[in-house]
């Protein structure tokens, strides 16, 4: 009962996060993606399956809000978070160079993995590659020891950090 | 048969590989009626949580704005609150500066005209204990003053007597006022030509005494020194009757006269130079 209110408050608050995010701080069209670096910090904490149950259906809301094509943002969370929970072991996510070097490279392989995807699914549709890649890699600097600091203290209140990396 | 355990320790990429195939499901078959009910249903459950945030971030938005508004709005009360304060010194100096140009050019004036030998002087001090008593000037020996000079006061073209030299140094000099119970001068009725004693009274006004029971002296009639006893000059004015009556003994008329100086106010004085030829000062 814990784990399942633990994941329905976070998916709440993490899709609220990244509504506010939208709205108060965009730049040039571009918002953060706050969503991604809770995936990655989730993953980085609690492992793969956390980080991508998490990634995919905060993906899913995504997609639903949006009108481009259904399924990427889930996809691409999904792996995020598998990603990150499969490399925990050998980055040091606590200190604050590497977490700002995940940030940097989540922003990158984001921005890759949908350009592909919007060019392998989507002909004809071009994506605004460069700009998102900047400003999400700004963004993601900004924001990431912030997120991976909320994300922390997030899971150490309901006890799921432990129990994850016990089980 | 899947064994348990393999499923376990790869359930993570199992995972991954369903949700992949889920994602990729969709995006291949974006046209797909399933895919698009699948939306429309998360779309249903989603909205009215979209909808009320935005409702709620526009009312965030607006209250930003107006605090803002209201940080602007305080920043410029406070510059315009500075700046009404440094104008308004700038106009209290204004007003004290104009008033000292046209005491100074009254006084210019005045000694152009009627009194060449005349010293402007300003007013430095005043008997504290005795406001109507004594006023210090900035003036002495040093600027040609003597004993027993006359000194004026007032509004240009409205000059008129307020007292006299008391002592002397060499850089200052006390006036004994008008009003000074001590000071007693001959004064006459401007028109009409009564001589009586002018006495101060340590108070605002002065008593015209032994004035002849059949003068015809009235209120609003205007007092000038006599110019008798060699002190002050003739026909200087001092003030205006506002009250006559007969004296305590009954033998003589008094008046009470309003100087035409204030005597509280007044800050540049003209001291005449006395002419030494008139008479010495009285004992």
Known sequence: MSRFLFFVTTFVIGFYLQLFSDRFMSFLGVSPEILLLFVIAFGFFCGPVMGEVFGFFWGLTLDVMGVTLFGLNSFLLALAGYGAGKLRQRVASERPTAQIAIGLAAAFAYEMSALMLHRLFLVGVEREFLKGLLVGSFFNVLLVRFVFYLSDRWLSLWKVHQKEIES | ?283
């Not at chain 2, 107006?66 to 315009?80: A, M, Y």
């Not at chain 2, 004064?187 to 005494?209: E, F, R």
């Not at chain 2, 002849?212 to 020194?225: E, F, L, R, W, Y």
């Open chain 2, 1 to 283: 048969m899947i064994p348990v355990e393999f499923v376990h320790h790869r359930r993570a990429g199992i995972l991954l590989l369903l949700f992949s195939v889920l994602a990729f499901t969709s995006m291949s078959s974006k046209v797909d009626p399933y895919v698009l009910g699948l939306k429309t249903i998360g779309w249903y459950i989603i909205s009215p949580e979209i909808v009320y945030t935005g409702r709620f971030f526009n009312q965030l938005d607006s209250l930003k704005g107006q605090i803002f508004r209201l940080f602007r709005v305080d920043g410029e009360n406070f510059l315009l609150r500075k700046e009404n304060s440094r104008l308004s010194k700038m106009e209290l100096e204004r007003n004290a500066l104009l008033e000292e140009n046209n005491h100074l050019r009254g006084l210019l004036d005045l000694k152009q005209k009627n009194f060449a030998e005349g010293v402007a002087a300003e007013v430095v001090g005043r008997d504290m204990r005795n406001w109507f008593q004594a006023v210090i000037l900035d003036k002495g020996e040093r600027a040609g003053i003597v004993l027993s000079a006359a000194v004026l006061a007032g509004m240009p073209g409205k000059f008129a007597l307020v007292g006299r030299v008391k002592e002397l140094s060499e850089t200052n000099c006390k006036v004994l006022l008008l009003t000074d119970a001590l000071s007693a001068e001959s004064a006459v009725v401007s028109g009409k030509g009564d001589v009586a004693l002018l006495v101060g009274q340590n108070k605002p006004w002065l008593i015209l005494n032994f004035l002849s029971p059949s003068s015809q002296v009235a209120d609003g009639d205007v007092i000038v020194t006599a110019g008798l006893g060699g002190i002050f000059p003739p026909d200087i004015p001092i003030g205006m009757v506002s009250d006559v009556y007969i004296s305590k003994d009954g033998y003589f008329k008094s008046a009470r006269v309003d100087p035409f100086n204030d005597f509280n106010s007044f800050r540049e004085v003209l001291i005449l130079h006395r002419d030494e030829k008139l008479g010495e000062e009285p004992k």
